[in-house]
């Protein structure tokens, strides 16, 4: 006893579109994980919302791997399938293959900032978590290590400065 075939056309109501929108993204996000660890596949989604939010799912948080080997394969394919490619095929490739790492880039900043955390699951903010700490333990020792050598040259400046009264 099902609701029946949704037509497959833009929802012109707005509320209505972004309730859609919502519930279908929650869905599809839901359907992501679920294959992944029912077939123990490596998944990877992304969603764009028309304002530009960014949605997205990558199992054990390797979104990045599973796009640079997208990236590894989908290249591969296209020099076995056109291996005359122009320079400005090639640069539009490149072009291609920074932008998607440029969105990356910033979508990890801005979780390095706290933003944007609502898609990311437990595993993935542990990860996160262990990610600035380790951060943190290093910027802390290079603190530590340059306040040491400050201080250590102090003291050099002042055993120079006593000795030369004495």
Avoid: P
Avoid at 17 to 23: E, P
Avoid at 56 to 82: F, N
Avoid at 99 to 110: A, F, G, I, P
Avoid at 131 to 158: C, P, W
């Amino acid at each position: 006893m099902g609701r029946g075939r949704v037509q497959l056309k833009r929802i012109e109501n707005k509320i209505n579109r972004q309730v859609t929108f919502s519930k279908r993204r929650s869905g599809l996000l839901k359907k992501a994980h679920e294959i992944s660890v029912l077939c123990d596949a490596e998944v990877a989604l992304m969603i764009f919302s028309t304002k530009g939010k960014l949605f997205e799912y990558a199992t054990d948080s390797c979104m990045e791997r599973i796009l640079e080997r997208y990236e590894r394969y989908s290249y591969a394919e296209r020099q076995l399938v056109a291996t005359d490619l122009e320079s400005q095929g090639s640069w539009t490739l490149e072009h291609a293959k920074l932008k998607v790492r440029l969105e990356v880039l910033q979508k990890n900043q801005r979780h390095f900032m706290g933003e944007d955390l609502d898609t990311l699951s437990l595993k993935e903010l542990q990860n996160l978590e262990h990610q600035l700490e380790t951060a943190l333990k290093h910027i802390r020792s290079k603190k530590n290590q340059l306040m040491f050598e400050s201080i250590s040259e102090l003291q050099k400046k002042v055993r120079s400065h006593l000795c030369s009264f004495a």
